[in-house]
T-cell receptor, first 114, second 111 residues
Framework: ETGVTQSPTHLIKTRGQQVTLRCSSQ?????VSWYQQALGQGPQFIFQ???????GRGNFPPRFSGLQFPNYSSELNVNALELDDSALYLC?????????????FGPGTRLTVT | GENVEQHPSTLSVQEGDSAVIKCTYS??????FPWYKQELGKRPQLIID?????GEKKDQRIAVTLNKTAKHFSLHITETQPEDSAVYFC??????????FGQGTELSVKP
């Protein structure tokens, strides 16, 4: 298992509410990427954080936002939840600026929007 | 836009046979190609990867090949075992660091 952790593991929210998901990166890693994985699909890139700034964004609306903290942990915030936001949210930790390209995933947060 | 196509979507083999999963990518600037294995209810696990300056890489029963000209890369699993059963995802990383995933292949290895 990797050293990447996520919380909470499961979450149920109502349409229109807001949610915050958390990710702690693996030791030595300075970059966190967030992905949305719908059932039966591959992970879809949401955005990446490096040095506390957004460093690339996928095709997701502005109600998906994030933060990275000085210890490289990260949060994903989703406002005005929609039913289609129900998915597994994965963060992946990596080290930018070195020779390694590998990204290691956390266990994910299963979000259900009702 | 950037896209990764993965085939087949499902693959069933007998234990001991080989399995091959193929992917194509659209962004010619992609320079890193990892493969992930995801068991039901678990996180994707990196099993092997290849960079654009290498044509082939092998790790025990798993190998990956890359054809940059054709923008194809493939995962080869030899001597398959029931514990290889899972969903496998290919991905391509562009120079901006974004990983684009394929749609996944559900591999079933029958004893």
């Amino acid at each position: 298992e990797t050293g990447v952790t996520q919380s909470p593991t499961h979450l149920i929210k109502t349409r229109g509410q807001q949610v915050t998901l958390r990710c702690s990166s693996q030791s030595g890693h300075n970059t966190v990427s967030w992905y949305q994985q719908a059932l039966g699909q591959g992970p879809q890139f949401i955005f990446q954080y490096y040095r506390e700034e957004e460093n690339g964004r996928g095709n997701f609306p502005p109600r998906f936002s994030g933060l990275q903290f000085p210890n490289y942990s990260s949060e994903l915030n989703v406002n005005a939840l929609e039913l289609d936001d129900s998915a597994l949210y994965l963060c992946a930790s990596s080290h930018s600026g070195g020779a390694s390209y590998e990204q290691y995933f956390g266990p994910g947060t299963r979000l259900t929007v009702t | 836009g950037e896209n990764v196509e993965q085939h087949p979507s499902t693959l069933s083999v007998q234990e001991g046979d080989s399995a091959v999963i193929k992917c194509t990518y659209s962004d010619s600037a992609s320079n890193y190609f990892p493969w992930y294995k995801q068991e039901l209810g678990k996180r994707p696990q990196l099993i092997i990867d290849i960079r654009s300056n290498v044509g082939e890489k092998k790790d025990q029963r798993i190998a990956v090949t890359l054809n940059k000209t054709a923008k194809h890369f493939s995962l080869h699993i030899t001597e398959t075992q029931p514990e290889d059963s899972a969903v496998y995802f290919c991905a391509a990383k562009n120079q901006g660091g974004k990983l684009i995933f394929g749609q996944g292949t559900e591999l079933s290895v029958k004893p």
